[in-house]
């Protein structure tokens, strides 16, 4: 009986070590891991943030080539400026607002629309030209990457509204027709971005869109007659290379 219950003894002491060795090195690596964890304020309280984006595009046309279109010829331009000014009201968070303004112009001279050897259209003396003026709430959370404090990452919410205008006329002489529109959009997004420190004061920033919900309702008058409108909502969750915008801040 005594042999029976020192057995069972000896075997209990077995399996507490055993559960023991298991266990440890995951209560060493977390007590490592949270000894070795560093939070650095990145942007501090009290900060004035102040910038500028800026971006200009060009294209240039001639008996251009693409898919079905033959015989492309016209130019394009676009050009966006968006000053923001925010503060940081605790470390690493700050709020304030966006102001952006944007200029689009269309103008296409010719282009054949080629569907067969037997059906194609074409148009020319095609022009558009459109400005947009936009506002935005915006909050931002910084936080550094490891122990530096001149490279660090930073998410971005806007929420905007813009409002904008745009004239399109199509043919030459008697027989041009044009189009009035009006634009009121409002839209929720997501930014994240990577910023850099030049100095103290200065950095370079640039982000990217990720999310975004958007509604616009636009409405058009044509010859100065007829008369329509139209409504749009779209939701997007995936990055959207194309919205890469670089830009300037300053900390004061």
């Known amino acids: 009986m005594n042999d ?29 891991f949270e000894r070795n964890l560093e939070s650095i304020s ?27 279109v033959e015989d492309m010829s016209g130019d394009t331009y676009s050009f966006k400026v968006s000053p923001v000014l925010m503060y940081a009201f605790a470390n690493d968070l700050a709020a304030g607002g966006r102001f952006a303004y944007s200029r689009s112009l ?53 929420l905007q509204y813009g409002y904008g205008q745009a004239k399109m006329c199509d043919g030459t002489g008697v027989d041009v027709t044009g189009t009035y529109e009006t634009t009121n959009s409002i839209s929720l997004g997501l930014t994240p971005g990577f910023i850099v420190f030049l100095n103290n004061y200065s950095a370079l920033e640039v982000n990217v869109g990720v999310l975004g919900l958007n509604y616009s309702h636009t409405s058009a008058v ?7 409108s139209r409504s749009t909502s779209s939701a997007n969750f995936k990055i959207n290379l194309f919205s890469i915008t670089f830009g300037v801040a300053f900390y004061i």
């Not at 069972?8 to 266990?23: C, H, K, P, T, Y």
């Not at 971006?55 to 251009?64: A, G, P």
């Not at 569907?115 to 506002?135: E, K, V």
């Not at 044509?222 to 329509?228: G, L, P």
């Open 42 to 68: 990145f942007v501090p309280k009290g900060q004035w943030i102040t910038g500028l984006s800026v971006s200009y595009s060009q294209t240039d046309l001639n008996k251009y080539q693409f898919f079905i």
């Open 106 to 158: 269309t103008r296409l001279n010719s282009a054949d629309f080629v569907l067969g050897a037997d059906t194609d259209y074409n148009i020319d003396n095609l022009y558009r030209i459109s400005h947009t003026f936009q506002t935005s709430a915006v909050f931002r959370n910084y936080f550094s990457l490891g122990a530096s404090t001149r490279f660090g990452m930073f998410n971005e919410v806007q």
């Open 222 to 228: 044509s010859n100065q007659i007829y008369t329509a």
């Open 4 to 32: 029976h219950i020192w057995s069972g003894f000896i075997r209990r002491l077995l399996v507490g070590l055993v559960i023991m060795l298991a266990v440890s090195p995951q209560i060493y690596a977390q007590k490592e």
